[in-house]
């Protein structure tokens, strides 16, 4: 088979290596698809994400390199007929190409990639997903990422690089953890990842961890739900979160009418309908949560132009104009929830009661008729 021929002598080198303890020894957890960015695993290792892939020689040959430096790695299938781990070089393993060295400061070197790749690898199927919100930023993040991660799940450590700290690393531990880019990575998301799992996700982002029915804000339409259950969500989301604090969310709203600017230069408002939210046990007046998406990129303005549902993922702002404030013509206690819209990937158009549906039809058996809808609550 090509492999054993072909790494006969970096078996040999190998043998070398292990005996002097230089540098070609060093475990080495996983690879990196110098291609595709893909994470290529060891045949009988489990892929932790959706980025993960097995290694495969057609695909991967000569063109792998060290997780954490650029030294380039090949696959070595080993030989566990004679006798696994116990002889070095014998069970599958990536292993540096001829004259590469991992430079000093990579983690390959101290075992610490291996270690922190061993509190992660084990993924229970019963468990939810860790999302990490990637490339959905703004220029202020760029910023503050540092400062702010610095409180959160991820730390940078004096090697430069973020690191999970060891309180999250036990909460996360057997969560599969997936990296999500768009509104649209989301709705494929919950299309086709077990409901039950996606109830028990998390969302990280910028030091936030955030549990997925904080995160995903929608109108519950199930079926014999009180009217005042429906909105139960987005009612938490406005109680925990303070004023002018920002907290990403997505959320499904319903537009009775497109919307879009009325002149060139107008910034678009799209206003879906209130949320009422108790009474005023003054006045006996409703309160009201009113989400507000700001669209100020020209190249959006015509993103909510149709009726319908949309999914919109960003950040929400509160803003409260009390009953009493000068500038409240209306007499209700009103709650503003602002989300402003730069990006086209934090757009869709989209249902939450589809998608379970769909997600359903495509997880049951297919013998069984279509379940009857109910949200992913
Ligand atoms: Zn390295």
């Known amino acids: 088979m090509g492999i054993n021929n072909n790494h006969n002598s970096f078996n040999q080198q190998s043998g070398r290596a292990n005996r002097s303890g230089s540098a070609e020894s060093f475990l080495i957890p996983y690879a990196i698809d110098q291609q595709t960015g893909a994470v290529v ?18 695909a991967h040959k000569g063109k792998l390199q060290c997780p954490d430096c650029e030294a380039t790695v090949h696959f070595n299938k080993g030989n566990p007929s004679r006798g696994g781990d116990n002889l070095m070089g014998q ?15 990579c983690r390959v070197r101290s075992g610490q990639l ?22 959905f930023q703004r220029q202020d993040d760029l910023f503050g990422a540092f400062s702010k991660a610095a ?11 973020m690191h999970l700290l060891d309180k999250y690393r036990q909460e996360f531990s057997g969560m599969e953890r997936i990296s999500i880019r768009s509104v649209q990575d989301f709705a494929d998301f919950l299309r086709t990842k077990s409901i039950a799992r996606i109830r028990e996700s ?5 030091g936030h961890v955030i549990q997925w029915d904080n995160f995903l804000l929608f109108k519950n339409r199930r079926e014999g739900l009180a009217e005042e259950d429906r909105d139960s969500r987005i009612k938490n989301f406005v ?19 497109g919307a879009w600017p009325k002149n060139t230069y107008q910034a678009l408002c799209v206003k879906p309908e ?22 100020e990129n020209d190249m959006l303005r015509y993103e909510f ?22 500038k409240n013509k209306s007499g209700n206690n009103m709650v503003f929830l602002n989300m402003r819209v730069d990006d086209h990937a934090q757009v869709a158009k989209g249902d939450i009661l589809e998608l379970a549906r769909e997600n359903r039809r495509r997880n049951s058996p297919k013998t069984q008729p279509d379940p009857a809808p109910t949200p992913l609550t």
Do not use: W
């Open 305 to 326: 132009s149709q009726a319908g549902r949309y999914l919109v993922l960003g950040y929400a702002r509160r803003s409260d104009l009390p009953a009493h404030s000068p």
């Open 91 to 105: 069970s599958a393993h990536f292993h540096t190409n001829p004259g590469q060295t991992h430079k000093d400061e």
């Open 114 to 135: 291996a270690r922190e790749d061993r509190d992660v690898q084990k993924i229970d199927s019963n468990k939810g997903f860790v999302i990490n919100l990637n490339s």
């Open 202 to 206: 998390v969302v990280v982002h910028r």
């Open 239 to 257: 109680k925990r979160l303070r004023p002018n604090q920002e907290i990403p969310c997505l959320i499904e709203i319903e537009l009775k009418e």
């Open 151 to 161: 409180r959160g799940p991820y730390m940078r450590g004096d090697d430069k690089r």
């Open 41 to 58: 695993r060891l045949p009988h290792d489990y892929l932790r994400t959706e980025n993960d892939v097995h290694y495969d020689e057609a």
């Open 274 to 295: 209130g949320v009422r939210d108790g009474f005023d046990p003054h006045t006996g007046r409703p309160n009201y949560i009113l989400p507000r998406i700001y669209v």
